[in-house]
């Protein structure tokens, strides 16, 4: 069994599309890749934000939803924001959680 051991901590983890990422506070969200945890492209502008929920959107890509900062969409790649007509509300009630529902809907909860 492997173990991995964070410089101080780790946030939250998230199995989407049969890969594990984990958010690392001050280095960001990690992927793991041949037995090892890698910083994903783009992945440092959450090492000082809070990612609560990352979700299965279409093959290879997953949407993001940090606490105060609204969403993105990570590509494989690259993470970009993600902007919808309710960005506002999200940065003011702050985005906790978020589920997959039937017919490919996304339902957020803030609290």
Known sequence: MKVWRPKDRFHLAFAVQDTLFVR?????????EADSLRL???????ANRPL??????????????????????YDGRAITPFPTTAEAFLREQQLYHAAVLPE???ALATL
């Open 24 to 32: 690392v506070p001050g280095a960001g969200l990690m992927k793991l």
């Open 40 to 46: 994903v492209g783009g992945g440092e502008m959450f």
């Open 52 to 73: 609560l929920t990352m979700l299965p959107l279409e093959p290879g890509k997953a949407l993001l939803g940090t606490l105060a900062h609204g969403l993105f969409v």
């Open 104 to 106: 490919s809907f996304i």
